[in-house]
């Protein structure tokens, strides 16, 4: 494989800096899924730690940096999930956390931003706007700025996941990602293709935030005016141009699905499998529910990348969707 | 302390019987449950394996020993747990595994132990009546009966979850154990005793099944005449005398809670955790629910133990259920 910015032995060593609580999450085989999916499902789930979703891996790596070279504070944009794990993390070292999210976030996730300690700056606007607002104030304050995906800890910390995807058995067919900015596709992309390249790495993402999938397909960065999608968590609009070329060496293929697919995947793994879990997390179920021929009888791996929902909106997704076919 | 019939040594070589996924389980803070408890809260997480129990800890160790000494068959009664666990370890050993429950037993539980691959078995009545037809099967055929909590495996298989809770910084103030058979309770406070004998051990069993409560406390056992509680897990009638034994050697206390506390747990779970937990797993938080001076200022450790719900039982729980004063 060409050369991702990525490197095997740096994600192992980042397994000693990241805090235990983040690192080999469940990984198991959920039957009562399959005769839903036509396919062998096992679920990756990055939902049990303190921040429910596998942020902390990555922000773990950067605040340890940090707090290791005597800085104090640090500034990211957050859809919300980055954002808990960054003050989380900032938190135990000591770290001063900004982070800046759109007005319109998933207000569960601003909440526990505020909760876990870190000043919580609102953007009248999208995520794109308050990552233009989190580098003015990394300028301004002279401060680092995380910027998710771009950002080599990122998708390094996200990594880790893949290499306790590649080191236990059974082995897999095809991992399915969620792509948003890339981190998690990358990490995970890079450690499978290195280590066990005859697995698939198959990113997935909603028709309504579709500018990796497009840029991916196109292999030149293509951007979109607007999105419009409940994934929040995968909602960009802009892709960074770095992670399209690792993106680029590690994807087999990058699928867009339906808000319906998505609301009938959460509400799958909620009653076959007892999981909560946000859009984002279901992109992978929802991509097998709109292909399941492409699936049909292989292993599939689905990484449950979060579970921070609101509430009232959760009940409302799981409450009224119907699974196609199910 | 004096001796239970458990044995750390055993309990240590457990862990390298026992298939990986059932071990070394999430184990977090969740301090978004916290405002509403008013005490610092860890979640000790068994739903994420292919079962969604803790019972896979227990039937693995009784599974391995009957294939290493050729034994082809096993029953089982079961509230549907054990049932679906056993079924899971008898089907990777080649075991027959037959299973007898009550027809009126959660029948998600008894779905997933037929789609395992076990004869099951249905009574008209209880699961104490279902004890006594699975005694009846194994005389007259002549194969295992696995008896949960009575059969040192299920005791001990469910210990290496105490393991897990004093081998992992922070150390908690106190443990809480949901209370049916005994075998969770036994296994969890025979390690904690030993160990971490700081930690206080408190068992929470609901008002609607109260036999080895009442046990505890009288020090002799007690039965009932009936139960009724929606905590199908733990809904026994009749202490068995070993167990009760063990439990007044390792339990600091045994506390009766109420259904609405009960269901107000698994809604706090669900709303602030992202948890879906069948009614005996969320007995922990009904019992700090009930009783917020008791745990003010301490660190509680609770063992979520299962997540099989029936789904529209589990709507119409957390739907409907209010939280007094949260």
Chains 1, 2 share one sequence.
């Not at 938190?91 to 505020?114: C, M, Q």
């Not at 992670?243 to 319906?260: C, K, M, N, S």
């Amino acid at each position: 494989m060409e050369s991702t910015r990525l490197d095997i032995d740096r994600i192992r060593a980042a397994r000693r800096v990241i805090d235990p609580v983040f690192l080999d999450t469940p990984l198991y085989r959920c039957e009562a899924l399959e005769p839903g999916l036509g396919c062998a499902v096992s679920v990756k789930l990055e939902t049990a730690n303190p921040v429910r979703s596998f942020k902390g891996r990555g922000t773990e790596m950067v605040a340890s940096q940090l707090a290791g070279n005597g800085s104090g504070a640090v500034v990211c944009a957050s859809a919300g999930n980055l954002g808990q794990a960054l003050a989380w993390s900032g938190r135990g070292r000591g770290l001063d956390v900004a982070v800046v999210a759109s007005r319109f976030a998933t207000a569960a996730k601003l909440d526990r931003i505020r909760a876990l300690g870190a000043a919580l700056e609102l953007v009248d606007g999208d995520h794109e706007m308050a990552r233009e607002r989190a580098a003015d104030i990394a300028r301004y304050e002279g401060i680092r700025l995380v910027e998710d995906s771009l950002d080599i800890e990122t998708c390094e910390g996200a990594a880790t996941i893949g290499l306790e995807l590649v080191d236990t058995p059974p082995s897999f067919d095809t991992v399915l990602i969620a792509l948003g900015g890339g981190a998690l596709a990358t990490g995970v992309g890079h450690v499978v293709k290195a280590l066990a390249p005859g697995v698939e790495v198959i990113c997935v993402q909603p028709l309504g935030a579709p500018a990796m999938t497009h840029s991916w397909r196109q292999r030149r960065v293509v951007t979109t005016e607007s999105t419009d999608t409940i994934a929040d968590g995968v909602a960009g609009r802009r892709p960074i141009p770095a992670v399209l070329d690792d993106l680029l060496l590690v994807a087999d293929d990058a699928v867009l699905v339906r808000e319906a697919s998505i609301i009938a995947g959460m509400r799958l793994l909620l009653d076959h499998a007892g999981l909560v879990v946000e859009p984002s997390a279901a992109l992978g179920i929802a991509a097998i529910l709109e292909d399941r021929d492409r699936f049909a009888g292989r292993h599939v791996v689905t990484v449950v990348c979060g579970s921070n929902v609101d509430v009232d909106a959760y009940h409302r997704w799981v409450g009224t969707a119907r699974v196609p076919g199910v």
